[in-house]
């Protein structure tokens, strides 16, 4: 799956990263305050895998093609 569609401007792009690093700032400060420094940073990593594994598995509806499929 395209992390950037083709009709997405320098702007709206921009805006996409900023907003998926605050939100695993976020993520990373949340799991480091309920588990620990050490565990917060294991909770994190499987969390964020975990995110990252089902953006490439769920098809996308404009393909209408597995996202596990490597382009």
């Excluded at 998926?20 to 964020?48: N, R, T, W």
């Excluded at 209408?64 to 490597?70: F, I, L, N, T, Y």
């Amino acid at each position: 799956m395209a992390y950037f569609s083709r009709n997405q401007d320098g702007i709206e792009r921009g805006g996409k990263i900023v907003a998926d690093l605050l939100c695993a700032f976020m993520l990373a400060a949340f799991s480091i305050v309920f588990f620990g420094v050490l565990g917060g940073v294991v909770a994190f990593a499987i969390l964020e895998a975990a995110l990252i594994g089902i953006d490439y598995l769920v098809p996308n509806a404009a393909d209408e093609a597995s996202g596990a499929v490597v382009r």
